[in-house]
């Protein structure tokens, strides 16, 4: 999608008709909204908004009618207000209008009843409007409305995506945004049509076969009550942080215990990190261990080492005088030094003795690189003893500080409970209540995901079973076979879904990696980011750490930042970047490299910002790029603005 | 010399009775519970575990779950020689995988020691596996 104009009438500050052109080419493909704060901005980018998906898009901005204009209508009066957008789509182009229309029967602005409509327009290559029957269809299928707020969107909530607890939204936006929730609708589906096929099966099935495919049908069944109670488990695990949250804001603002809960807020981060540093401990552990297995085999490098010895000194290997050699000895009947050898004579004999203990020269190799890389693998396994070692003593002082700072967040509690203010130990309590139901409902959702588990391993061996019991009657195969072509297209896609899902995902670790290594100024600092199985963006430390904890708030906006062009990179979607005041909490040094970057990441960019956001080389970057610039012009005695372009 | 001319399979199999060992160790996400990445990993050890113990027996008649040779990398296959030769003092083992025969026995009963030292002792199976190296 990129957007041409837009024409914005009588909505919340905006009176009268205002029209605005949005820059689109290729090199100069930004348009700078300029204004003070409460200008308009916000008004302008929830015009957009609105225009594209209605009320649900704009929730919580208070009126939308122009309040001079209902002001000056009298009783009676139509009212109309209306934002219209004209854009395009892979070469097609569109018109979409939204407006209220209605009567003012009241001179009460509350009062007054209006209806919101909508319509979209394609303009043909003859300038004739056709008007699209699918509006919203339309309209999802070009910018879905799952997805709008990853391209159109609100400076001042942007770091959303680098919170440290914002895994689950990271994974919504790129299920969303790369469409793979597509898939998983298309796996449903296929499921329920294998489940239909097999109903009409059942009925013409005999009875053993009826009895396997009530059992597969029975353990569906059990999966999908599973599945269900590990969604109502996940839902109970956030309901319980989020109370564990609110009681800490609560104590965290209450004299005289907030510097012990400050104190636990930060045990809890030191353990936070000291458990990623386990994780990775272990990982490294692990790594080595795997690597030298062949240590676990006792004495084996030793004997076999002495064996080969052994052969090498009795001349057996390596077959220093090759065989062939040996041979031709024989079949001349004459020796090395020039005698003659006479045949089944002594020398002839112990000529052919060599012949027969001598190893074939591809078995010589065989066995000079065996003893070549036991030496190899001998050495290393003494070198990954010590690492071991290391990292094992590593670990366990890691553990020892966990404990230490784990016996302090239990004396933290304890105090908290024996305080004298009224509400805390209460609050505590309920603290500790929550934090056990957390690690009930954990523990109860591990137990499901393996019953589930179980239940696919049982499934396929219930599947073996059918198979062979089915009959071969001819419609029974017919459906038969449907309903096993459903049951594996939606497998496949269940496998297709999986890696793609993590293909994307390191697709998108790569690319927010390389975004957020060109606009982050501690470029040294900062040497990795990892997007996780678990969907939590990490970012690393030069010194190995995990490092969001300590990210800033801009540097979280510019995680954020980064993360949203990677997707807009990887998902192909051509939409424009709609950002309203997003350089509030930067530094210089962040707006500079965002500038000078961004707009060649995005296919348009339309940006909303105060002066202040925009001096300096910021500005310059920008205004290399920028194709259309206005003014926001509040006039302070009419309380509406006008849009002037610059 | 005589010389055998039957290849063996380029596979490395092990009892169907054994499988679910193979299972519990490389299944799930837990790496200190579940260290193991792939069945080649486990077989490694199982072999390793095998010579270590002195315990070797014949696989059982009949079809045999198994391990495509090219999973094993070029030190795997020196280990699983070293093993071989070790045990027999024969280098015309190491032609052709004829030194799988051997590990091969040493896996199957070498797969119930790893049962019992890293599974049926207390302790997650990546520490019990780790104090086998000191």
Redesign the interface.
């Known amino acids: 999608m990129k957007l041409g104009q837009i024409i914005i009438e009588n909505f919340r500050q905006y009176y009268g008709k205002q029209r605005v052109s949005f820059a689109s080419s290729e090199d100069k493909n930004v348009t700078v909204i300029h204004g003070l704060n409460g200008t308009g901005k916000t008004s302008f980018f929830s015009a957009i908004n609105w225009c594209l998906y209605g009320k649900g898009a704009v929730k919580g901005i208070g009126e939308l009618i122009n309040k001079r204009y209902l002001e000056e209508l009298s009783f009676g009066d139509a009212v109309y207000a209306q934002v219209e957008l004209a854009f395009s789509h892979n070469e097609d182009r569109y018109r979409l209008r939204r407006w209220f229309s209605g009567r003012k029967n009241s001179d009460s602005i509350d009062t007054i009843l209006y209806d919101e409509d909508f319509s979209l327009m394609e303009i043909g290559y003859d300038g004739q409007a056709i008007k699209k029957h699918n509006p919203i269809g339309i309209i999802n299928s070009i910018l879905p409305e799952n997805v709008r707020t990853y391209f159109l969107f609100d400076g001042e909530k942007i770091d959303r995506f680098a919170r440290p607890e914002s895994a689950k939204e990271v994974k919504h936006a790129i299920y969303n945004v790369l469409k793979l929730e597509l898939l998983e609708r298309a796996r449903k589906h296929l499921n329920v049509i294998a489940k239909e096929y097999r109903v009409e099966l059942r009925k013409m099935a005999d009875a053993e076969l009826k009895e396997l495919l009530d059992k597969r049908d029975r353990k569906a069944e059990d999966k999908e009550v599973y599945e269900q109670k590990i969604i109502e488990l996940e839902r109970e695990i956030d309901l319980a942080e989020k109370h564990i949250k609110d009681i800490d804001e609560k104590l965290t603002h209450s004299e005289g215990v907030k510097d012990l809960q400050n104190r636990r807020a930060a045990l809890e981060q030191d353990m936070l990190q000291l458990g990623e540093k386990l994780s990775i401990e272990t990982e490294k552990i692990r790594g080595i261990v795997m690597d030298s297995i062949g240590s676990i085999s006792g004495e084996m490098l030793e004997k076999a080492h002495a064996i080969l010895e052994n052969k090498r000194k009795k001349g057996e290997i390596p077959g220093n005088i090759r065989q062939q050699f040996l041979e031709d000895l024989l079949y001349n009947l004459e020796c090395i030094c020039g005698r003659p050898l006479m045949e089944h004579g002594e020398e002839y004999h112990r000529i052919k003795n060599i012949i027969t203990s001598t190893v074939s020269s591809r078995l010589e190799d065989e066995v000079t690189n065996l003893a070549s890389q036991l030496k190899v693998i001998q050495a290393e396994k003494q070198r990954h003893i010590s690492i071991l070692k290391e990292g094992m003593a590593e670990r366990t002082s890691i553990r020892e500080i966990w404990q230490q700072l784990d016996a302090e967040l239990n004396d933290i509690s304890h105090q908290l409970k024996g305080s004298l203010q009224e509400d805390i130990p209460r609050l505590e309590e309920k603290r500790q209540d929550y934090k056990r139901d957390i690690e009930d409902y954990r523990v109860d959702k591990r137990v499901l995901e393996g019953k589930i588990k179980e239940i696919k391993k049982e499934t396929k061996e219930l599947e073996l079973e059918i198979r062979s019991a089915r009959k071969v009657q001819s419609k029974a195969k017919l459906i038969s076979n449907k309903a096993d072509l459903a049951q594996q297209a939606a497998d496949a896609i269940d496998d297709i879904y999986q890696s793609f899902a993590d293909e994307m995902r390191a697709k998108i670790q790569q690319e927010t990696k390389t975004i957020f290594s060109t606009l982050i100024w501690k470029d040294g600092h900062f040497r990795d980011l990892k997007l996780a199985e678990d969907y939590k963006l990490a970012v690393v430390d030069r010194w190995g750490r995990a490092a969001e904890a300590e990210l800033s708030a801009g540097e979280r906006q510019v995680l954020s930042l980064s993360f949203i062009a990677a997707m807009a990179k990887v998902s192909g979607e051509e939409a424009p970047l709609v950002m309203d005041t997003p350089f509030g909490r930067l530094s210089s040094a962040h707006r500079e490299a965002i500038t000078s970057y961004i707009p060649r990441l995005a296919d348009q960019m339309i940006i909303f910002v105060t002066d202040e956001e925009l001096t300096g080389k910021t500005k310059e970057n920008l205004l290399k790029r920028t194709g259309k610039q206005y003014q926001l012009d509040f006039d302070h005695h009419t309380g509406c603005t006008t849009i002037n372009p610059c | 010399?005589e010389k055998d001319t039957k290849k063996r399979a380029e596979r490395a199999f092990y009892p169907e009775e054994v499988k679910s060992i193979y299972i519990a160790l490389t299944?799930g996400d837990n790496?200190?519970q579940a260290?193991?990445?792939t069945y080649k990993?486990v077989f490694?050890?199982a072999?390793?575990?095998g010579?270590?113990k002195n315990l070797r027996r014949s696989l059982p008649a009949g079809k045999k779950p198994d391990i495509r040779m090219e999973v094993f990398s070029?030190?795997?296959k020196?280990?699983l020689?070293?093993?071989a030769?070790?045990a027999s003092?024969e280098?015309?083992l190491?032609?052709d995988f004829a030194y799988m025969d051997i590990i091969e026995e040493y896996a199957y009963s070498g797969i119930y020691e790893v049962k019992t030292e890293l599974m049926d002792k207390p302790g997650a199976v990546?520490w019990n596996?780790?104090g086998?190296?000191?």
Do not use: H, N, S, W
């Open positions: 010399m299944e790496t200190e260290p193991f990445e990993q490694m050890l072999a390793c575990m010579y270590r070029e030190k795997d020196y280990i020689k070293g093993i030769l070790a003092g280098v015309e190491l032609e990546l596996l780790v086998l190296f000191f």
